[in-house]
């Protein structure tokens, strides 16, 4: 296996589904045979508070389980965006919600801005899967994990009532990074 350390921060507001999507990139990471920690915080407000879930791989040992300084920033408010594009490593990736972050300083990291919740809420009807959305596109955009181990963890994790609206959300996730890929 090839040598790989990746810091991931999952960033937004309570109710996004962040920690949720966390949760299910650490699966997916189990699944591949990767080690893999995951920590989450979120403010004292289960919704509207601020959230994160840091998510770290690696093909060593990991000595410390919170992401500090990051390969890959998710960010789908501006306050998270604000908070945390500081640590966001040089030649990382920054992705950020455009329909809540207008405004983000010039970093020397590759650039995803696209506005997922509106996405979410005008293809699919709802805004509840945009952390898959941005899940999907953020593994299609980094493959940090296999597409394979990311469904294979949603499935696991999704009730049966919300499975098919994820699935679609993780399948559009990774048209839009296609297509955000082939203009590079």
């Known amino acids: 296996m090839e040598k790989m350390y990746k810091e991931i921060r999952l960033s937004g507001s309570g109710g996004q589904g962040l920690i949720t999507a966390g949760i299910i990139l650490a699966n997916a990471a189990c699944i591949e045979g990767i080690n893999v920690t995951q920590t989450q915080s979120y403010g004292a407000a289960s919704r509207g508070g601020a959230s994160r879930a840091d998510v770290i791989v690696s093909s060593e040992d990991i000595y410390y389980p919170e992401a500090q300084y990051f390969d890959i920033l998710l960010c789908l408010t501006q306050e998270s965006c604000d908070k ?101």
């Open 84 to 184: 945390f594009v500081s640590n966001l490593k040089e030649g990382g990736s920054l992705i950020i919600d455009t329909t809540f972050v207008k405004n983000y300083p010039v970093v020397q990291a590759d650039v995803y801005d696209l506005p997922f919740t509106q996405i979410a809420s005008d293809k699919l009807g709802s805004v509840l899967p945009t952390n898959i959305l941005s899940l999907a596109f953020t593994v299609r955009t980094s493959k940090v994990v296999s597409e394979s181990a990311l469904k294979e963890a949603i499935i696991k994790s999704m009730k049966p009532a919300y499975l098919d609206l994820n699935l679609n959300a993780m399948k559009l996730g990774f048209k839009l990074a296609d297509s955000f890929l082939e203009v590079e």
